[in-house]
């Protein structure tokens, strides 16, 4: 038995402390993270991931309050993943999702991990689809993720949730905004919040009108009307939520998932070896920067050239030259 | 790997004077630390449930109103009995130097009183964190 053994042992009991050094180790890429993951991988219940997604001060960690609230009252453990973007410059970053999340705080039947997207751009941080599965394997279900304040593009959340809620307010754009491509086209449930506010009828016009051109064979996604601080018009986003939850096929969804975990590996082994490669044959990232700048050579050249030596590893004449 | 100092900052207690909570946890933030605020008016076991959650190496607590006596010893005794003993402990806000040492007694690494600059509590951290690794 090793200590991933054990700890994987932990994690599934629900213990916090482990559940939180669990994700610690996944979060750092620590040496005994993929052992733990692998440890609990086959563990892991039937369960889902709801994201919640859009622009910062939307809304998104208030709303989110509300949804842990109703999925307590049935009775649900409820994970909580919230990324917060890191600096670019000195990769601190202030977490503070937890914050909107207060009447939660010392619920033990509620998890919440707040992280920093350590320089991960989707929205997500690198970590956040093994911390889920971490949760989800210590009987957190559902398990909720809140991606860092979104602009226009960061529509990663919509490959890792089962459901991906898009959070949006009025006065943040006329009706050519919503009908741009990206964030606009990920949401499974549309969620206008602040609908006390002005210009909520002029954003549901604009949402709605860009829906109708939806194509063909996406289902058109819902829209609810709320305020996350009043409560008003939280019945009928649940209601939406439910039906989406249910028409989902829990086979497939895991299935794609592994999928995307499998690709996500395969990118990061990949970077891996290939980094290694360069260092052997062409030396450090400062030495090949000076070939280049000294017209030795290009990116373009040595891109080839690994590729090339990649090509004949695999067909075992590594060593035939040029 | 990818290793960020964690550092959690609260305020137990009533008074909502947070302006040096924000303050510190920007300056920590800068530094590149990984800084979970949680806020005014959390009680000493809300405090302890989110450090042992997010499983931060520091606490640091901040309390304008004079009851750092009994809320500071508090939260470091949940953590303990939590088996979190080993989240290193510092306070600040306006704090009698005449308390310093009761709080030192119950676990406090360092109380920063006011007019101490930030760049003591960066280092402060900085410090503890080489000798915990």
């Known amino acids: ?322 | 790997m990818d290793r960020r100092i964690r550092v959690l900052i609260g305020k137990p207690g009533l008074d909502g004077h947070d302006r040096g909570a924000k303050y510190i946890a920007r300056a920590l933030r800068d530094a590149g630390m990984e800084v979970i605020y949680t806020g005014i008016r959390q009680t000493p076991q809300a405090i302890a449930d989110a450090a042992i959650q997010e499983d931060v190496d520091f606490v640091g607590l901040s309390l304008l109103s004079g009851a750092h006596n009994h809320l500071f010893p508090e939260v470091a005794r949940i953590l303990r009995e939590k088996g979190a003993g080993d989240i290193v402990l510092f306070g600040g806000g306006v704090i009698p130097e005449e308390d310093i040492p009761g709080l030192q007694n119950a676990g406090f690494k360092a109380i920063f009183t006011p007019g101490a600059p930030a760049s003591d509590v960066v280092s402060f951290i900085e410090n503890e964190q080489k000798n915990r690794s």
């Open chain 1, 1 to 322: 038995m090793t200590p991933g053994d054990s700890l994987a042992g932990d994690v599934t009991r629900g213990v916090v402390r482990a559940v939180a050094r669990g994700l610690s180790f996944v979060e750092n890429g620590s040496p005994g993270a993929s052992a733990l993951l692998h440890a609990l991988f086959p563990l892991v219940p039937d369960h889902f991931t709801i994201g919640v997604t859009g622009p910062p001060g939307a809304g998104k960690s208030t709303l989110l309050d509300r949804m842990i609230t109703r999925y307590r009252s049935q009775g649900s453990r409820v994970g909580v993943i919230a990324v917060d973007p890191s600096s670019p410059f000195t990769g601190g970053a202030l977490l503070g999702d937890r914050l909107r999340m207060q009447s939660h705080s010392t619920d033990p039947g509620v998890f919440i991990r707040s992280m920093g997207s350590r320089g991960h751009l989707g929205g997500l941080s690198g970590a956040t689809r093994d911390a889920a599965l971490l949760l989800a394997a210590a009987g957190y279900d559902p398990v909720f993720l809140e991606t860092v304040g979104v602009g226009q593009a960061e529509v990663e959340i919509a490959e890792v949730a089962d459901l991906t809620v898009l959070v949006l307010v009025p006065g943040a754009g006329d009706d050519v905004q919503a009908m741009k491509a990206g964030i606009m086209e990920i949401g499974d449930l549309i969620v206008l919040n602040k609908a006390d506010r002005p210009g909520i009828d002029q954003l549901e016009a604009a949402v709605t009108a860009s829906l109708d051109l939806v194509p063909r064979g996406r289902a058109r996604p819902g829209v609810a009307r709320v305020s996350a601080v009043t409560g008003e018009g939280l019945e009928d986003l649940w209601a939406l939520m439910d039906s989406h939850l249910a028409s989902i096929d829990p086979a497939k969804r895991r299935l794609e998932n592994t999928r995307r975990t499998l690709r996500g590996l395969l990118a990061e082994t990949g970077t891996l070896f290939a980094a290694r490669l360069l260092e052997r044959d062409f030396g450090t990232e400062e030495q090949i920067l000076e070939l280049i700048s000294n017209g030795a050579t290009t990116p373009y050249e040595v891109g080839r050239r690994l590729a090339r030596t990649a090509e004949r590893m695999l067909s075992g004449n590594e060593r035939e030259e040029d």
